[in-house]
């Protein structure tokens, strides 16, 4: 059964570092998004992306998050620049048709220390 | 700010027990969905339902969207430890955007 599959499963990096997460969402599916969950708390909509471009934005994505579909398969979040607030599991899922059916990954748990 | 409120937040019960999860909002929703999160685990869309009055039943699960497709509950019969996980909804507006619940913890003790 195809699945969206995320790496890592766990990065540990220093406050200020770069941390890209990577997303090969299902093959077939043309819309994909970035969530946040800080442990405990809500799902938070961070990203949407389709056609190349991002599609829809929350608050907390802000100057320091970028996400790119570099290669047709991976679909990668960007964080410049990790504040001890970054630290969460982050979720990929990817879907066929907006706010449709969302497959989500396992999810990366950054821990900024 | 659209809101979409999920009670109780949290919710422990014996195994062999009924239980209801609601999911409210002001605001009309083109459908709504209900995933569970296992710890460790992504969210996995357990039921879309979209026609106002709808019911859809998953074994002992009972979802039902509300008339005015304002609001949904998540009905569990002779919950089981099987059941225990955060419950999810989420709502779809006429723009495509999908509004998040914050969710309902769910612990069934055996």
């Known amino acids: 059964e195809p699945e969206v599959t995320q790496t890592p499963s766990h990065q540990v990096t220093q406050m200020g570092q770069e941390v890209i997460l990577r997303c090969v969402p299902i093959?077939?599916?043309?819309?994909f998004y970035w969530y946040r969950q800080i442990l405990g708390q809500k799902v938070e909509f961070l990203v949407s992306?389709?056609?190349?471009?991002?599609?829809?934005k929350s608050e907390i994505f802000d100057d320091q998050f970028s996400v790119e579909r570099p290669d047709g398969s991976n679909f990668t979040l960007k964080i410049r620049s990790t504040k001890l607030e970054d630290s969460a599991m982050y979720f990929c899922a990817s879907g066929v048709v907006p706010a449709g059916e969302l497959f989500f990954g396992e999810g990366s748990r950054l821990t900024v220390l | 700010t659209q809101l979409l409120e999920q009670s109780p937040q949290f919710l422990s019960i014996q195994e062999g027990e009924n239980l209801t999860v609601y999911c409210n909002s002001s605001?009309?929703?083109?459908?709504l969905q209900w995933y569970r999160q296992e710890p460790g685990e992504g969210p996995v869309l357990l039921v879309t339902v979209v026609t106002g009055g709808e019911v859809k039943k998953l074994k002992r699960l009972t979802f039902q969207f509300g008339d005015a497709r304002k609001d949904s509950s998540l009905h569990i019969t002779a919950a089981q430890p099987g059941d225990t996980g955060l419950y999810l909804c989420a709502g779809a507006r006429s723009n495509y955007q999908l509004i998040w619940g914050a969710g309902t913890k769910l612990i069934i003790k055996p």
């Open positions: 992306f389709y056609n190349n471009e991002i599609s829809e």
């Open positions: 093959s077939n599916h043309l819309y």
């Open positions: 605001s009309v929703f083109s459908s």
